[in-house]
């Protein structure tokens, strides 16, 4: 059972317009979401984070929303960059500050010059 | 350079086979998380490890153990290895208790 899910596979995007990468989860004790990118043989490295008790948080170029009714959050990149083309996951814990965190399969970006 | 050292890179075994994989986390982290990706999968958690102690166990077969030694560096050590077992290893670090953390590049494994 998959708790943590990224639909799309791929995504491709134009230069300068927005990406939008979208995440739902079904565990509602989920407290706490974050955002990886990944390039190729690279490991994961953190973009963005949003804790429950908030509906949007914003970090330069990032912002993330989080609609807790619709369980389902989404990563705006604004503008986009062919330097954001990667994997991108989004992942969820638990209450309580759980250190396990629960990854969607990714979603691979591609921002086209 | 994240900070975090995984070795080897890469490692190429036999089925029936045992391998250890070795984490040094960043300096100054007490943490120390092993993660599992399998092709086309997301990233499963495998084990926690806080200053020496276990901390957390997720989906790890009892074919795998870990441990995290004095010096913070952890290994997790895999064996009676099976063609399932092919995948991405990563070990992550942090200050305290996650959730956010460093990650490391992985050692990929393929049991052949």
């Known amino acids: 059972d998959q708790q943590v899910k990224q639909n799309s596979p791929s995504l491709s995007v134009q230069e300068g317009r927005i990406s939008i990468l979208n995440c739902d989860y079904t565990?509602?004790?989920?407290?706490?979401f974050l955002w990886y990118k990944k390039y190729p043989a690279e490991g994961p490295t953190f973009l963005i984070s949003i804790s429950s008790i908030k509906d949007k948080n914003e970090d330069g170029r990032f912002t993330v929303f989080l609609n807790k009714s619709a369980k389902h959050l989404s990563l705006h990149i604004v503008p986009s960059q062919p330097g954001d083309s990667a994997v991108y996951f989004c992942a969820a814990s638990e209450q309580g500050g759980s250190e396990k965190l629960v990854f969607g399969k990714g979603t691979k970006l591609t921002v086209n010059p | 350079d994240s900070g975090v050292t995984q070795t080897p890179k890469h490692l190429i075994t036999a089925t029936g086979q045992r391998v250890t994989l070795r984490c040094s986390p960043r300096s100054g982290d007490l943490s120390v998380y092993w993660y599992q990706q399998s092709l086309d999968q997301g990233l499963q958690f495998l084990i926690h490890?806080?200053?020496?102690?276990?901390?957390a166990k997720g989906n790890i077969l009892e074919r795998f153990s870990a441990q995290q030694f004095p010096d913070l560096h952890s290994e997790l050590n895999l064996s009676s290895l099976e063609l399932g077992d092919s995948a991405l290893y990563f070990c992550a670090s942090s200050v305290g208790v996650g959730p956010s953390y460093t990650f490391g590049s992985g050692t990929r494994l393929t049991v052949v």
């Open positions: 565990n509602s004790m989920f407290d706490y």
């Open positions: 490890y806080y200053n020496g102690e276990e901390r």
